[in-house]
């Protein structure tokens, strides 16, 4: 991840990734061992603490026919020791 703007305990930043799985499966969504992955998060920090928002996507960049993909949005609270 790369945090893009940093302001005031507030940040934005996006993800790339890939990686590949040991095996496709012909009922999976992804019908792909390589897979790409996307990350755009907005955050802020406070004290020692910090929390997040995030968009993700997982697709094998139309690599096969079956390439519905994985959307997910979710959110993070983490503690700093």
């Known amino acids: ?3 893009l703007v940093h ?4 940040y934005t930043g996006i993800g790339l ?6 095996k496709s499966r012909d009922d ?7 897979t790409f992955g996307e990350k ?6 406070f004290g020692a603490f910090s929390t997040e928002a ?3 996507h997982f697709s094998n960049g139309s690599l096969t ?6 959307n997910f ?3 993070s609270i983490s503690y700093n020791f």
């Open 17 to 22: 990734g890939a990686y590949i799985k040991s």
């Open 40 to 45: 755009a998060f907005l955050g802020w920090n």
């Open 54 to 56: 995030y968009i993700r």
């Open 28 to 34: 999976m969504r992804v019908n792909s061992a390589f």
């Open 65 to 70: 026919d079956k390439n519905s993909g994985h």
């Open 73 to 75: 949005v979710g959110a």
């Open 1 to 3: 991840d790369v945090a």
């Open 7 to 10: 302001f005031a305990g507030i």
